[in-house]
Nanobody, 126 residues
Framework: QVELVESGGGSVQAGGSLRLSCAAS????????MGWFRHLPGKEREGVAA???????AYTDSVKGRFTISRDNAKNTLYLQMNSLKPEDTALYYC????????????????????WGQGTQVTVSS
């Protein structure tokens, strides 16, 4: 059974940093494509960052140079390091996993991903 559990969200001031974690079970993060999405009420879920088993990565334009996706294979955990946070980064952040999709020319859209976590809230104040 696949389970993705996010943690690390919180409230920070603009310019601050947070590191989100996604602990995976039933998934081998080194062999699957993994991603981060965010969602605000009334808006579509937005792909933030993703990486595949070949270590190819993709980021949405608004976070390039500020966010970094990575994984620790030994801990079977996915991370999202978020620096220089802005109020517009405020959202519920989700971890996602898929066993086969690997095209990282852009962050794959939500329909691609097979498994989802429950989310962790990030709030950035100005």
């Amino acid at each position: 059974q696949v389970e993705l559990v996010e943690s690390g969200g919180g409230s920070v001031q603009a310019g601050g940093s947070l590191r989100l974690s996604c602990a995976a079970s039933g998934v081998t993060v080194s062999d699957w494509s993994m991603g981060w999405f965010r969602h605000l009420p009334g808006k579509e879920r937005e792909g933030v960052a993703a990486l595949n088993r070949f270590d190819d990565t993709a980021y949405t334009d608004s976070v390039k140079g500020r966010f970094t996706i990575s994984r620790d294979n030994a801990k079977n955990t996915l991370y999202l390091q978020m620096n220089s946070l802005k109020p517009e980064d405020t959202a519920l952040y989700y971890c996602a996993a898929d066993p086969s999709y690997s095209d990282m020319r852009g962050v794959p859209g939500a329909p691609v991903w097979t498994y989802w976590g429950q989310g962790t809230q990030v709030t950035v104040s100005s």
